[in-house]
């Protein structure tokens, strides 16, 4: 799914990469858990020691609020961005300056974020890419906590969920191991919902198709 959409996100708006990923603002450490147009090779270095001297993020970590969108000019960075070994070492072979993006949801001192980074040549991002980011950040929130609801609360607490929902039965029995398990099926009730939520989700693709390209009236409006 994130790939999909970091592709659509960065060709709306004409971005080199984009990418969402997790940071601790408290220990420094960050992960970029999916992304479109980075260098596998940079990417990977990214977590190992780069997101412990992202002078963005350090610049804003204690304003940083769920919902917030902001650009690498906002942090008051520009003119020392150069003299860092954030963009010395990891911008600047990457053939990037500028970065856009949004914190889509903060827990505690952990971050989940979207991001984009474009070359200096191409320009600092505006009222246009801010507005398209401000209206994807509604759906791109209520993915994020759906999945880390299933994430934290782990499988079984999950699967008992969807037992008292009715949406799934459960059953002992032996596998081809021939060891004792438990085996699932989906019951009638949720094959019924499982077409209510596939038609949300349509409903959600189209709507952010929609935002990702906008007709030119909209965008001017």
């Given at each position: 799914m994130w790939p999909g959409f970091l592709k659509q996100f960065s060709e709306a708006v004409g971005f080199a990469?984009?990418?969402?990923?997790f940071q601790d603002h408290d220990s420094s450490q960050g992960h970029i858990a999916a992304s479109h147009g980075y260098d596998p090779h940079y990417q990977r270095q990214y977590g190992e020691h780069f997101a412990s001297v992202n002078v963005w993020l350090k610049r804003m970590a204690d304003q940083t609020k769920s919902g917030d969108i902001r650009n690498s000019l906002s942090a008051g960075t520009g003119s020392e961005l150069v003299r860092t070994e954030y963009y010395n070492d990891w911008l600047r072979p990457q053939d990037l300056f500028y970065g856009y993006g949004g914190t889509i949801l903060r827990q505690g001192s952990v971050t989940t974020n979207i991001t984009a980074m474009r070359p200096r040549r191409a320009g600092s991002f505006g009222s246009v890419?801010?507005?398209?980011?401000?209206?994807?950040?509604?759906?791109?929130?209520?993915?994020?906590?759906?999945?880390?609801?299933?994430?934290?609360?782990?499988?079984?607490?999950?699967?008992?969920r969807l037992i008292k929902k009715g949406w799934i039965s459960a059953a002992e029995g032996t596998s081809e191991n021939n060891r004792h398990a438990k085996f699932y099926r989906l019951t009638a009730k949720s094959r019924k919902q499982l077409a209510i939520e596939t038609t949300k989700w349509d409903k959600l693709a189209r709507a952010i198709g929609r935002i990702l390209r906008p007709a030119p009236e909209e965008i001017g409006s």
């Open positions: 990469g984009s990418a969402l990923f890419e801010t507005r398209i980011l401000d209206l994807l950040m509604p759906h791109l929130q209520r993915v994020v906590q759906d999945v880390l609801q299933v994430e934290q609360g782990s499988l079984c607490p999950a699967l008992h």
